[in-house]
C-alpha cells in the first residue's frame, strides 16, 4: 500500500473507524475478537475485511449483523445502513449490504430495543449465541423478526428479553411457542406421554422428503436473512451433518407465516387442537405435515347417504372443521347467493344469535366464546392457554373454527357432522326472508329450530286433531307420555333440525321415506288436466304431527300396503282419522239355493245391486286393515253345504289377486317367493314385482295384468272404465256410454302429438286417458282394483268374480279383467 512504511504493516489505520472497510468499527472488533484455536485466526479483525460474514458464535447472524444492530446515530460506519433493514447478500464474491424490501419499518434493532429498555445493549454480542439469554438465538430472531404496525416495534429482537410473545402471523402462537417446538411439545391442555414423539419427528416419520422440503421452504422464503442457515442445510444434505443453528430450526413452525406445512390449516389451530391418539400412536393434528388433513379427531363424521361408508364429502375432518371459520362448508358455497361472498359460520352464527337471540355484536361473540370455552373442563383450559398473553387471541384468529375435539360444538344436541353434512345456504322457515343462514351449523345453537325443508304441520286449524306422539320400532307403535302430546290449536308446527335428528329423517329432504307420490290433477273450467303435481301430505313433519304415521318407513304398519295408498284412500280430513262412512257395500241377492249375484233383481228387470252404507277404513298405523272388504265385492262358494260369502279383501284388491295362499302379508312372507334380485319378498313392493312379473321390461308387457296404457290393437292387458248408464243388465245402450278411463285413448295432458284416439306413448310423457282414476303414482301402472268400488271398470261384474273366472285357464288377462270394461253382449 502506497505511503505504508514496513513498520505499519499489519496495523489498523488511526484516522479511520473503520480500517478494513468491513462496516465494523476497529474498536468493536477489537473489543470482540476471540482466538479461534480451531480456525487458528481471530474470529474479528480490524484489517482483515473478511470477516464480516464470520459467525464465530454459530446463531445464525453474521458479525456484521451483530454490529449493525446498532441504533442507527449511534452508528461508526452508516447511520442509514443497519439491521434488520439490511443484511449481507452475496453478489459476484462480495458481500454487500442488502436492503430488506419488505421489512416495514427503517428502525434497527438497537433502536427499537432502547425505546423499550434504554439500558439495553448497544449492539449483538458476536460471542454470545443468545444476547438477550432469552432462549431464542440472535439469528433465529433475525430471521423470523417481523414489523409489529400496533406496537411500533420488532416482533423479535436479539437486543429485547421480553419479546417472542407477539403473534406475529396471527395464527394464534406466540412466536416463541413457535420457535420452541423443535424441541418441546404442545402444552395445549391435553394429555401425552412423555415420549411422544416431537411434530418434526413424526412428519419426518411420515414423509421424510416433505419435512426436508418444508426446512428448506421456511428458510428460502427469508431471503438472503436466512442465508447461514440455508449454508448449513445444504451442508447437511451433502454429508448428513446438522449444525446446532439448524438443528433449533428443523422442527419449528414459522412464526412468520400462518400455515407452515401449507395444509390449510393454521399452526395455531393444529397446536390448540391436536391430541395423542394412543391407538393410532399418533397426533391428531400436526402443523408440520399435511398427511393430516383427512383426519376427523372427533369422529363427528355423518352418513349423509346412509350407505355405510363415510365418503370424502362427507367428512367432517379436521380441515373441514377448520375452514368453519373461512367458507362455512366449502362444499356448499355455490349455494350462497351471487354477491354475498363467503359466508363463515362464525359471522353466520353471530348474525344468528343478534336477529333471533337479540344480542348486540359483542355479547353475540362473547355467546360463542362462552359456548366453546365451557364445553368441558379440557377446553376451558384450552381457551385459558390460547388468551394467556393475549386475551383475544382466540377471537381474533380462531373464532368461527368448530371444535375438531368435540362432536357438538355448539351444544345444541345436534352432532357437528350431522350438521355439516346437512349444510346449505338460503332462507329457511321461521326467518323472514330478508334473513338468510346455513340450514344447519356447528357453531349456531340457534338452529335447531330452523325448518330448512319446509316439511312441517305449516296449514293446520282449531279443528285439526293431531296424531299422538311416540315411536315406532319395529312396525310396533309406543305413546309417548302426555307431556309430549300436542295440544289442540292453529298455530303452525314446525318440523325442526332438532326434531328430525331425534326422528332419524332428513333435514333436507321433507320426505326422507319417499312415500309422497301421490300425484294429484288439477283441472281446467273445461275438465282437462292442466297440471299434475305430487302431494307431499306425506312429508316427514305431517306423518308424525298430522297422520301418526313413520317418516321412515313407507309401509308404517307394514301390511303390504303402501302409506301413500291408504293415505290417499282412507284418509277422512274432516274427522281426522282413517275412517269414511260411503254407500259401497254390496247387498247381495239370492238367485236359487246355490246361487248368489251381486245383482237388484226386481219386477223382471235386473239393476245394479242396492248399495248399503257401511265404514271403510284403511289406516296405515293398523296391519289388521288389510282383511277389510268394505264394498263386499267378493264372492260366493255354494255346495250341498250352502253357500259362504268369501271376501275379496282390502289385501287383494291392492294387488289384484284371489289367490287363497297369498292371500294376506303373513301368507305372503311365509311363502317361497324371490324378487327381481333373488332376494325373499318381505315388503309390497317386492310382492307387487313378482304378481305383475316387473323383472323383466319385455316380460312385463305380458304378465303386468295392472297395466294402464295398451300397446297394440291385440292388447288385452290395459285399463278401459265406462260409465254406461245402462238401467238393466239385459238391455245394452252404447249410445250413452261415457268413457271415463281408457288405455286406448291419449290424455290431453301431455300429448306430444296427434288427438285422442292413439295409443298412448308413455315413453315419450303421454298418459292414458283418465289415467288418475286408478294410476295413483303416475307409473302407469294401476293401483289394484278399487276397494270403494264393487265393480272398478262398471262392466256389472264384481271384481273378484273377473279375477277368478280370467284364470281359470291359468293365464291371466286372456278373459275378463276388473280395470278393463267387458262387453257384456252374448254372441
Known amino acids: 500500500m502506497t505511503g505504508i512504511t514496513e513498520l505499519d504493516v499489519g496495523s489498523s489505520d488511526p484516522v479511520s473507524s473503520d480500517t478494513d472497510s468491513d462496516g465494523m468499527p476497529d474498536g468493536w472488533e477489537a473489543y470482540h475478537a476471540r482466538w479461534s484455536v480451531f480456525e487458528e485466526k481471530w474470529s474479528l479483525n480490524p484489517v482483515n475485511g473478511d470477516d464480516d460474514v464470520g459467525d464465530p458464535d454459530g446463531d445464525g447472524l453474521t458479525n456484521w449483523e451483530e454490529y449493525n444492530s446498532i441504533q442507527g446515530n449511534l452508528s461508526e460506519i452508516d447511520p442509514l445502513i443497519t439491521a434488520p433493514q439490511f443484511y449481507l447478500l452475496n453478489s459476484g464474491g462480495d458481500w454487500l449490504p442488502t436492503p430488506w424490501l419488505t421489512a416495514d419499518s427503517t ?71 413457535e420457535l420452541n417446538l423443535t424441541n418441546t411439545n404442545p402444552e395445549n391442555g391435553a394429555l401425552a406421554p412423555p415420549d411422544a414423539p416431537r411434530f418434526h419427528e413424526e412428519a419426518t416419520s411420515l414423509d421424510a422428503l416433505e419435512s426436508m422440503n418444508r426446512v428448506y421452504r421456511v428458510l428460502f422464503t427469508k431471503q438472503g436473512r436466512a442465508h447461514i442457515a440455508i449454508s448449513q442445510f445444504n451442508e447437511w444434505q451433502s454429508d448428513g451433518f446438522m449444525r446446532p443453528l439448524l438443528a433449533s430450526l428443523v422442527g419449528v413452525s414459522d412464526p412468520s407465516e400462518q400455515d407452515t406445512d401449507r395444509d390449510g390449516m393454521s399452526d395455531g389451530y393444529e397446536y390448540w387442537f391436536t391430541e395423542w391418539d394412543l391407538e393410532a400412536n399418533e397426533w391428531t393434528i400436526n402443523p408440520l405435515t399435511s398427511a393430516d388433513i383427512y383426519r376427523d379427531s372427533d369422529e363427528d363424521s355423518w352418513d349423509c347417504n346412509g350407505d355405510g361408508t363415510i365418503s370424502p364429502s362427507e367428512s367432517f375432518t379436521n380441515l373441514a372443521e377448520y375452514e368453519s371459520r373461512i367458507y362455512g362448508k366449502l362444499l356448499a358455497v355455490d349455494t350462497i347467493p351471487s354477491g354475498m361472498g363467503t359466508v363463515s359460520y362464525g359471522s353466520d352464527a353471530i348474525n344468528a344469535l343478534r336477529f333471533e337471540g337479540e344480542l348486540s355484536e359483542d355479547e353475540a361473540i362473547e355467546s360463542l366464546y362462552d359456548t366453546f370455552s365451557r364445553k368441558s373442563d379440557q377446553s376451558l383450559e384450552r381457551m385459558g392457554l390460547i388468551n394467556q398473553f393475549d386475551p383475544d387471541s382466540f377471537n381474533r384468529t380462531l373464532l368461527g373454527i368448530s371444535d375438531p375435539t368435540n362432536d357438538d360444538s355448539d351444544m345444541d344436541g345436534l352432532p357437528d357432522g350431522w350438521e355439516y353434512c346437512y349444510s346449505i345456504f338460503g332462507h329457511w322457515m321461521p326467518l323472514p326472508e330478508t334473513q338468510l343462514r346455513w340450514s344447519l351449523n356447528p357453531l349456531n345453537p340457534l338452529d335447531g329450530s330452523y325448518d330448512p325443508d319446509s316439511d312441517g304441520w305449516y296449514d293446520r286449524t282449531t279443528s285439526d286433531v293431531a296424531a299422538i306422539q311416540g315411536t315406532w320400532t319395529n312396525r310396533m307403535f309406543e305413546p309417548s307420555n302426555l307431556t309430549d302430546q300436542i295440544d289442540a290449536g292453529s298455530t303452525p308446527l314446525l318440523f325442526t333440525n332438532l326434531m328430525e335428528y331425534r326422528n332419524g329423517t332428513l333435514p333436507l329432504s321433507n320426505d326422507t321415506d319417499r312415500d309422497s307420490v301421490l300425484m294429484e290433477p288439477e283441472f281446467s273450467v273445461t275438465g282437462s288436466v292442466v297440471s299434475y303435481n305430487q302431494n307431499y301430505n306425506l312429508s316427514d313433519g305431517r306423518e308424525i304431527l298430522k297422520y301418526g304415521t313413520n317418516p321412515l318407513d313407507n309401509d308404517t304398519d307394514g301390511d303390504m300396503m303402501p302409506d301413500f295408498y291408504e293415505y290417499h284412500l282412507g284418509w277422512n280430513e274432516m274427522n281426522d282419522n282413517w275412517s269414511s262412512l260411503m254407500q259401497i257395500e254390496v247387498v247381495w241377492q239370492q238367485i236359487s239355493s246355490n246361487s248368489w249375484k251381486p245383482v237388484n233383481i226386481n219386477g223382471g228387470s235386473i239393476m245394479r245391486p242396492i248399495l248399503n252404507w257401511t265404514w271403510f277404513t284403511l289406516d296405515p298405523t293398523d296391519p289388521t286393515d288389510v282383511g277389510g272388504d268394505a264394498d263386499k265385492d267378493g264372492d260366493y262358494e255354494c255346495n250341498l253345504g250352502g253357500c259362504q260369502y268369501i271376501p275379496y279383501t282390502n289385501f287383494q284388491e291392492y294387488f289384484g289377486i284371489v289367490n287363497a295362499t297369498l292371500s294376506s302379508p303373513a301368507l305372503v312372507r311365509a311363502a317361497p317367493l324371490v324378487d327381481c334380485r333373488g332376494n325373499e319378498v318381505e315388503e309390497g313392493w317386492q310382492f307387487r314385482e313378482v304378481v305383475l312379473g316387473l323383472c323383466g321390461n319385455g316380460a312385463s308387457l305380458s304378465t303386468n295384468y295392472l297395466r294402464m296404457n295398451r300397446i297394440s290393437q291385440t292388447d288385452t292387458l290395459y285399463a278401459l272404465i265406462i260409465d254406461d248408464n245402462d238401467q238393466d243388465y239385459t238391455q245394452i245402450d252404447t249410445s250413452n256410454d261415457n268413457v271415463v278411463l281408457s288405455g286406448n285413448w291419449t290424455d290431453s295432458y301431455q300429448r306430444f302429438a296427434g288427438d285422442q284416439f292413439h295409443l298412448p306413448n308413455t315413453g315419450l310423457g303421454e298418459y292414458p286417458y283418465g289415467w288418475w282414476l286408478l294410476d295413483y303414482d303416475g307409473d302407469s301402472i294401476a293401483e289394484g282394483t278399487s276397494p270403494i268400488n264393487w265393480d272398478t271398470d262398471g262392466d256389472w261384474l264384481n271384481d273378484r268374480f273377473e279375477i277368478a273366472d280370467d284364470l281359470l285357464d291359468g293365464i291371466r288377462g286372456n278373459s275378463g279383467s276388473p280395470i278393463r270394461y267387458d262387453d257384456r253382449t252374448v254372441p
Open 107 to 177: 428502525a434497527s434493532f438497537g433502536e427499537s430495543a432502547r425505546l423499550l429498555h434504554p439500558n439495553s445493549p448497544t449492539t449483538a454480542d458476536p460471542n454470545n449465541p443468545d444476547t438477550d439469554g432469552d432462549g431464542l438465538l440472535d439469528g433465529v430472531e433475525m430471521i423470523f423478526t417481523k414489523w409489529n404496525y400496533e406496537e411500533e416495534t420488532w416482533t423479535l429482537n436479539p437486543l429485547v428479553p421480553s419479546d417472542g410473545y407477539y403473534d406475529s402471523d396471527r395464527d394464534g402462537l406466540t412466536d416463541l411457542v
